[in-house]
């Protein structure tokens, strides 16, 4: 009877955990992995002010690491269907709630970026 008590003491140990880390899953990464191998260059502290700081508790991780509990978008970003020289350098212009454009408006995640990192995820379209 003991070890009936002990066994289910432990699947209950093992189901609260479980459910703990799937509550706790590391959030994905808002791009594609390829070409952006050099995390930190971003995500170091105060490295840019518009993307989240590898937090304090990653410090003794390599930057090869990341990738071994954040996985990519499972959609890559869209592709931009327009042309990025100085006539489209303002995407706020015209990606705004009832676009006169019919551009889509940025979504709520991205209210604390600026223009310049859009085509760090978004890539131009290919002409």
Do not use: W, Y
């Not at 002990?6 to 959030?27: D, E, I, R």
């Not at 327009?82 to 706020?92: D, I, L, M, N, S």
């Amino acid at each position: 009877m003991k070890l009936v008590r002990v066994g289910l003491a432990c699947l209950a140990l093992v189901l609260t955990a479980s459910v703990a880390f799937a509550q706790a899953a590391p959030p994905r990464m808002g791009h594609l992995a390829a070409g952006h191998a050099q995390c930190m260059t971003c995500h170091g502290a105060n490295a840019n002010p518009n993307v989240v700081d590898v937090p304090a508790s990653h410090s003794a991780f390599q930057v090869t690491q990341c990738s071994m509990c954040h996985q990519p978008p499972q959609q890559p970003p869209p592709v931009v269907p327009h042309g990025t020289t100085e006539a489209f350098a303002q995407c706020r212009t015209c990606h705004v709630a009832n676009s006169p454009m019919g551009a889509p408006a940025l979504p709520a995640s991205h209210a604390r970026r600026n223009v310049a990192i859009c085509t760090m995820c978004h890539t131009p379209r290919r002409s």
